[in-house]
């Protein structure tokens, strides 16, 4: 099956949908080691899809190849109508004010507060009054869910969720309309885990974005996605929602999408 967000059961691309992300024939190579060959994806508007796969598929190399912090060896990558690997450079600076990114691990300036830190993106794009900034800032730290005595606060004086939260504000002070994330639950206990994906799901209903996440909480795809990609065998093997997944006749996919922890997950979301 063609990996080009192709749903399940068809032979062609959503073509009603507006493609917001759109990868075509992505290698990425890593001396030897091939981890992604002639790839394929589209991301639609508006949606939050799921990125899966087995440890060593390439999820995080794919979100970061298309946010281009990794030059892939081949292919393509379209975001927002822009070509992201070949385009002039001020279209691509443009376009990248137009995504977020929150990493794992947070990736947030250990010497800033967090309000400095989502200050950061604005300092760097905006040419705004420092106050206006300020205040902009301490919107995005509300809207990630961080009380307002978060932003004086330095990124060791804070939990791993608080932290998860501040990186998810950094990733939001442009106004996005995409927003990344790369593992956003992870390390987090059951009761925080759920709080996020509720958060993200509220954003993305509230704001209207276009989510493209990394995961492998079988909690957080049955919670807020729309839809899956699996990657495997180099490749997006198959996508669709997660209701469809149980069908597909691949060891792995049917061993993660049908085992006790899918099943748990899946009766949680019923109850």
Request: net charge neutral.
């Amino acid at each position: 099956m063609d990996g080009a967000a192709v749903p399940l059961g068809d032979t062609a691309p959503d073509t009603t949908r507006e493609v917001v992300i759109r990868v075509r024939d992505l290698v990425n190579q890593f001396g030897k080691q091939v981890v992604h060959d002639h790839l394929d994806l589209d991301v639609y508007r508006g949606e939050v899809l799921g990125i899966v796969g087995g440890s060593g598929t390439g999820k995080s190399v794919l979100l970061r190849t298309i946010v281009g912090l990794n030059r892939p060896k081949e292919g393509s990558i379209e975001v927002l109508g822009v070509d992201v690997l070949n385009g002039p450079e001020a279209e691509r600076l443009q376009v990248e004010r137009r995504w977020g990114v929150a990493f794992q691990d947070g990736a947030l300036f250990s010497s800033l507060t967090v309000l400095q830190n989502v200050m950061a993106p604005m300092r760097e794009h905006l040419k705004l009054p420092r106050a206006m900034m300020k205040a902009l800032a301490e919107v995005k730290i509300g809207l990630a869910g961080l009380p307002p005595n978060a932003a004086d606060k330095y990124p060791s004086e804070l939990s791993g969720g608080m932290r998860k939260r501040a990186a998810l504000a950094r990733a939001l002070a442009l106004d996005p309309e995409i927003l990344f994330l790369d593992e956003p639950t992870a390390g987090l206990d059951p009761i925080g885990a759920a709080a996020y994906d509720e958060l993200i799901r509220g954003l993305q209903r509230a704001l209207g974005l276009t989510v493209f996440m990394v995961t492998h909480d079988l909690d957080s795809l049955y919670a807020i996605c729309d839809r899956i990609a699996v990657l495997a065998e180099k490749r997006v093997l198959v996508t669709g929602p997660i209701e469809d997944m149980t069908s597909v006749d691949h060891p792995w996919v049917k061993e993660y999408f049908t085992g006790p922890r899918a099943r748990a997950a899946q009766a949680k979301k019923k109850s």
